[in-house]
């Protein structure tokens, strides 16, 4: 099996520069939350996302990151509202 490549850079790459002081203060739960919000935001599926970061239960992931995405209702409304529409084009046509 070949050696592994994890973490390399690739030929020609430039390697990051350091952080000149002082340097942002990054915890791991900032990170975290990084991670839960692009999740979030990218429409993967919660119970994925309560998986990954580690959490008990669906319903903290869905507590703590659902805040990230303001147009929730807006969406939800509209279809359901697409939904409702399309029933009631069936039925009459």
């Known amino acids: 099996m ?3 490549t994890a973490g390399t850079r690739p030929t020609g790459a430039a390697a990051p520069k350091p952080c000149r002081p002082p340097c942002p203060r990054i915890r791991f739960h900032d990170l975290q939350h990084s991670h839960a919000t692009q999740m979030s935001t990218s429409g993967i599926h919660p119970k994925i996302a309560q998986e990954r970061l580690g959490h008990s239960s669906i319903g903290i992931a869905l507590d ?3 805040r990230v995405m303001p147009g929730m209702q807006e969406d939800a409304a509209a279809k359901v509202d697409a939904a409702m529409r399309a ?3 069936k039925a009459a046509g």
Request: glycine fraction near 0%; proline fraction near 22%.
């Open 2 to 4: 070949p050696p592994s």
């Open 64 to 66: 703590l990151y659902s």
């Open 87 to 89: 029933a009631i084009d």
